[in-house]
């Protein structure tokens, strides 16, 4: 730990040190000093709840706290990478779940505790780092998509404000969403910029929006890729017309293809598994999402606070969802009156105004479906659309992509109230960011003092929670009857130098009979676990395609076998075929843009 601090305060004072030198330089303009200081106070502030030596534990804190040690303890353990079985978890027999809940960013946390920090450390500078993506990343995005950086600021605020983003991190203990809410961003400038721009010499660069914000949100939460992809359809459904261009119908179709190919490590083995196996995760899917709605006054609470709900854009946004109709009817005309020089551009100012029209009107779509007053249970009689609409689970989940249309239109809703004339959208605009920002610390503040100080350190600090997400289990597993053992052995077998390593074993082995005998050993039978043994006089021990008791695996050893086995999880050939087709793609990529730069460089 004393290493890793020394380098990381090294890294910072030089970093410090080049930002004053940049200003002194005159390199770094006093607009961009400002953009730093404010996103940096916005993170602080956003971050507050965890300035202290104690955290709060969310509804969902421990789960996302077992993962990372598990995965921590995958890697001390020597398990193999990508990590896709946990062995510390369900009394030590393992659980799938890094092949269904991507632990890709997790990986931050879990390296962290093999440094040496502290469980409860580790995740709580897991969740600075996130708040701090998400600034940064909506600053970047916005300012992409408006080319004013005072209008991106604003935006990148009222992401970084969100309740629902707050919400997620610090109430539900939903890292995974609270984390695909920092990419969101990244999607609506692509799709921003891919419908709103004619082509040019730089249109083709608009999709790596889109597949990095895509990639990164698959990693953090798959269900909020399907809230994404569903307002990404009903955007391109709108604008049709535009959506059906060549170059941006090729565009959109290479980003599917670049997504599917780059992340193919994760997401073909997932279905894979899916295919040859049934889970626990399904019945829980098979109940009704209706009465998990909002109810009106849930979604439009001013005030948020930690003994309730809190509302899902605040004070300050809601008022600007409200106005924005009257603005429309009282300001006629474009943006393209605006008065920087990107936005006297009428083609531009058109693509900002239906840019704003269109964030509103997702905004709006969005805290509709997140009640109960949206007919969920309607299409959930849908076949077509019934495994969609049940695998949510929360329809507040779709103010993920929400929050960030609700973001793109503070940016476009600046720009329209510049506009007015005189300095009264100076005062509309400072009344927005001290509602907006006001209401995010007030949040936090009773997050930090409300809430009940606990202190962890390692995994048993946590509590006896040992099998912790039954979803991920197959069905033939009796939960009831998980526990820690050794293996159980048939008659006439006998096993010692008995050694379990995370989801390794290793055992010497012996069937002292003539007939064929079965040995159980405490891992969860999931498909794609191998043995390797040594040869017999009788053949070689395999994994039968029955499982044991309560869902263990259950070798056969033929008759008059001695010697030693090792079983351990493999995934199969599909797994590695799809490993090396993720590599092949990021290595083709990455020769296909230097190739590129090395183009441009030359025509230069």
Not at 126 to 131: K, L, W
Not at 195 to 216: C, M, N, P
Not at 498 to 524: D, F, S
Request: proline content about 3%; glycine content about 10%; hydrophobic content about 45%.
């Amino acid at each position: 730990i004393g290493v890793f601090c020394e380098i990381s305060v090294f890294i910072l004072v030089d970093m410090l040190l080049l930002f004053r030198k940049r200003i002194l330089e005159g390199r770094m303009t006093g607009e961009r000093q400002v953009v730093f200081w404010v996103l940096a106070a916005g993170v602080l502030a956003v971050y507050f709840p965890y300035l202290t030596d104690y955290f709060y534990l969310g509804a969902d804190t421990h789960y996302h706290l077992l993962r990372i040690e598990g995965l921590a303890d995958t890697l001390r353990q020597g398990g193999t990478f990508p990590v896709r079985v946990h062995g510390y978890t369900n009394y030590g027999h393992g659980s799938l779940i890094p092949l269904f809940y991507s632990d890709f960013f997790l990986y931050i946390p879990a390296l962290l505790r093999l440094v040496g920090f502290p469980l409860m450390t580790a995740y709580k500078m897991f969740i600075f780092v996130i708040i701090a993506a998400n600034g940064v990343i909506a600053y970047l995005s916005f300012q992409r998509c408006a080319g004013d950086s005072r209008a991106a600021l604003f935006g990148s605020i009222v992401h970084l404000f969100s309740p629902f983003f707050m919400l997620n991190l610090y109430q539900r203990g939903a890292v995974g969403e609270g984390a695909a809410m920092a990419f969101m961003p990244l999607v609506c400038c692509g799709m921003f910029l891919l419908l709103t721009e004619e082509e040019s010499v730089s249109y083709r660069r608009h999709k790596w929006w889109v597949v990095a914000g895509i990639s990164a949100i698959l990693h953090c939460h798959l269900l909020s890729v399907e809230t994404a992809a569903l307002f990404m359809g009903i955007v391109c459904a709108v604008f049709w017309k535009k959506t059906f261009r060549k170059h941006t119908f090729v565009q959109l179709a290479e980003s599917v293809i670049i997504v599917l190919a780059v992340n193919c490590w994760y997401w073909l083995p997932m279905l894979r598994m899916m295919a040859v196996d049934s889970y626990h995760l399904w019945d829980s899917y098979n109940t009704g999402i209706s009465e998990r709605g909002l109810l009106l006054s849930d979604a439009l609470e001013l005030l948020p606070e930690r003994q309730s709900e809190p509302t899902l854009l605040g004070a300050g946004m809601l008022a600007a969802v409200l106005a924005y109709p009257f603005l429309i009817l009282s300001q006629k005309g474009t943006l393209s009156r605006c008065g920087s020089a990107k936005e006297t551009d009428s083609a531009r100012g058109r693509g900002m105004e239906y840019g704003c029209m269109t964030a509103w009107a997702l905004t709006v779509l969005a805290l509709w479906m997140s009640t109960r007053y949206f007919p969920w249970d309607m299409l959930g009689k849908i076949p077509l659309i019934r495994s969609f609409v049940m695998s949510l689970q929360f329809p507040a989940r779709f103010m993920i992509p929400g929050s960030a249309a609700c973001a793109l239109f503070a940016v476009f809703f600046y720009l329209r109230l510049r506009r007015m004339e005189s300095g009264r959208y100076r005062i509309i605009i400072s009344v927005l960011a001290v509602a907006v920002a006001g209401g995010a610390v007030y949040y936090g503040n009773s997050i930090a003092f409300d809430s009940s100080a606990v202190r962890l350190y390692t995994a048993e600090n946590i509590g006896t929670q040992n099998v912790w997400n039954v979803n991920f289990m197959p069905l033939e597993c009796d939960l009831s009857e998980f526990y820690y053992h050794q293996p159980t052995a048939g008659r006439g077998v006998e096993y010692g130098d008995y050694v379990k390593r995370g989801t390794t074993v290793t055992m010497y082995l012996e069937n002292k009979t003539q007939e064929p005998a079965y040995l159980e050993i405490p891992l969860t039978g999931y498909k794609g676990y191998g043995i390797s043994a040594s040869a017999g006089d009788g053949g070689m021990p395999y994994i039968t395609e029955d499982r044991g008791a309560h869902g263990d695996i259950r070798i056969a050893v033929p008759g008059n076998y001695s010697g030693r086995i090792t079983v351990s999880y493999r995934g199969g050939v599909l797994f590695g075929a799809a490993e090396g087709i993720s590599l092949l793609s990021v290595g083709g990529l990455l020769y296909m843009e230097m190739r590129s730069c090395g183009i441009r460089y030359r025509l230069h």
